[in-house]
């Protein structure tokens, strides 16, 4: 799990390291979603225009992102969220402690230490609500919701 994300990335990208570093990461550290004025403006190598629409496209694409308009505030315009679960759990814990797991002087319970945490629960919750938007049709099915309910964004509308 420790190489994963980066080989993944190297075999789809080409300047792996710009959608690496300046858009996934960037992206991650928003879980209610970044505005692509936003991802401008802390951006310095992608920068504007045709080339961050391209990686953005890229990405969503591939899956690792969704786009979205916040529900009820479309003039904020396009907002884009992680959309890869493996990709917020890799960025969330395995990156961080990535030297610390590594050693073999690991505590045993490490995991069962950090699932105890404000921060381990906050991680499932998005993870588990990403989830869900990946199978929301079913979801409708199941609960029998009508079809043209509109599916709320995770954003706030006053943020």
């Known amino acids: ?3 994963e994300f980066d080989e993944v990335f190297s075999s789809l990208f080409d300047e792996s390291e710009a959608y690496k570093e300046l858009i996934i990461r960037l992206i991650n550290n928003s ?11 802390q951006n310095s190598l992608t920068g504007k225009g045709g080339r961050l629409s391209k990686r953005l496209s890229d990405l969503e694409v591939a899956g690792f ?17 992680i959309f890869d679960e493996y990709c917020h759990f890799y960025l969330t814990w395995i990156r961080a402690a990535k030297l610390t797991l590594m050693k073999e002087e690991t505590d045993a319970d490490y995991w069962q230490m950090k699932s105890n945490t404000q921060k381990y629960k906050s991680w499932s919750g998005y993870a588990f609500e990403s989830i869900c938007y990946k199978h929301i049709t079913n979801i409708r099915r199941a609960l029998d919701i009508d079809y043209n309910a509109e599916v709320g964004s995770w954003r706030c509308n006053n943020l």
């Open 1 to 3: 799990m420790f190489n």
């Open 65 to 81: 992102i969704s786009s979205f308009i916040p529900l009820g505030n479309e003039k904020k315009g396009i907002y884009y969220r």
């Open 31 to 41: 879980r209610e979603g970044v505005s692509r004025k936003q991802i401008e403006e």
